[in-house]
Nanobody, 128 residues
Framework: QVQVVESGGGLVQAGESLRISCTASGLSFDSFAMAWFRQAPGKEREGVSCINWSGGSTSYADSVKGRFTISRENAKKTLYLQMNSLKTEDTAMYYC?????????????????????WGQGTQVTVSS
């Protein structure tokens, strides 16, 4: 049984940094691409970043490019999202998504249908 669990969310002030994590068990963690999504109240879920199986290739949404960094430690079966220079508009529930079908991020990686396992989310709140 695949389990995906996010952690590390919290309340921070604008301009500060936060790192959230995701562990995934029950599948070959080092074989598949993974991604972070977020959903703010009243808004659709959006793709934030994607990373390939080895960590050697990453993609970002324009809204976070240059501020967020996705990474993974396959030995620890852990995915990270380092978020710097946080803005109030980054406030959202952040979800970890795993695909067991793709080793690399698809060209249309923000499309949620590529991912078949999801965590419950971790809340990130940025105050002004």
């Amino acid at each position: 049984q695949v389990q995906v669990v996010e952690s590390g969310g919290g309340l921070v002030q604008a301009g500060e940094s936060l790192r959230i994590s995701c562990t995934a068990s029950g599948l070959s963690f080092d074989s598949f691409a993974m991604a972070w999504f977020r959903q703010a109240p009243g808004k659709e879920r959006e793709g934030v970043s994607c990373i390939n199986w080895s960590g050697g290739s990453t993609s970002y949404a324009d809204s976070v490019k240059g501020r967020f960094t996705i990474s993974r430690e396959n030995a620890k079966k852990t995915l990270y999202l380092q978020m710097n220079s946080l803005k109030t508009e980054d406030t959202a529930m952040y979800y970890c998504a795993v695909t067991s079908r793709y080793a690399s991020c698809p060209d249309s990686w923000p499309a949620s249908h590529y991912y078949n396992y999801w965590g419950q989310g971790t809340q990130v709140t940025v105050s002004s």
